[in-house]
């Protein structure tokens, strides 16, 4: 319920946003795009400001999972979780199982469609930003040695595939949904734009381990 008041809410005022938007008879190069005299919703940086904000928590979310999970792996799960019994098969086995969970988080969203609606976007970009938990946490476990960096090296790195192939699934599926039919495209290169801008910032802030 909480997800569709909020899908509503958005719909309006993409209604509103784009009334007055007129047709042009020229055809001149730059922003505008022309189909049978009609501008296509989107094409302006003022479009897709309106756009973006619509979806700034599907944004925001999809940001910051990556900011998150790239800062950590595959670094820190590589370099700083060490085990003597399994010596440099344990970063393989971490590798693989982030992978593993990646892949079934991804297919939560797919398989049960309810769980991408679960939460509302705000809740999700909450969620999301508590990723940052994971930082200290992986720190901790890696400062333990024998049995408890193996359980607790491997707990967290399920915990932390899961949760990045599906909360960024979910909003990647449902940001189209918060706008209309003719900004879903629009949309989309938004998403995309934030996703690149989190694998970006994520990949940098893996070096910051290295300090």
Do not use: Q
């Amino acid at each position: 319920e909480e997800y569709e008041s909020e899908l509503a809410m958005n719909d309006a005022a993409s209604s509103s946003s784009f009334v007055g938007i007129g047709t042009r008879g020229s055809n001149r190069r730059g922003m505008w795009r022309v189909e049978d005299g009609t501008r296509r919703a989107g094409t302006t940086l003022r479009d897709a400001a309106a756009i973006a904000w619509r979806v700034k928590y599907h944004a925001f979310a999809v940001a910051i999972t990556y900011v998150v999970t790239l800062s950590i792996f595959p670094g820190v799960l590589a370099e700083d979780l060490r085990d003597d019994a399994m010596g440099d098969w344990f970063a393989v086995a971490l590798i693989a199982a982030f992978n593993l969970a990646d892949v079934v988080g991804k297919c939560v969203p797919g398989v049960y469609p309810a769980a991408a609606t679960a939460f509302s976007p705000r809740t999700m970009a909450g969620a999301a930003a508590a990723r940052f938990f994971f930082v200290p946490a992986f720190y901790v476990v890696a400062g333990w040695s024998g049995g408890g960096v193996v359980a607790g090296g491997v707990a967290l790195t399920l915990a932390l595939g899961v949760t990045n192939g599906w909360y960024s699934a979910s909003v990647m599926m449902t940001a189209p949904k918060a706008v209309s039919a003719a900004e879903c495209e629009a949309c989309g290169t938004i998403m995309v734009f934030f996703l690149l801008s989190g694998l970006t910032i994520g990949a940098f802030c893996g070096w910051l381990w290295l300090v």
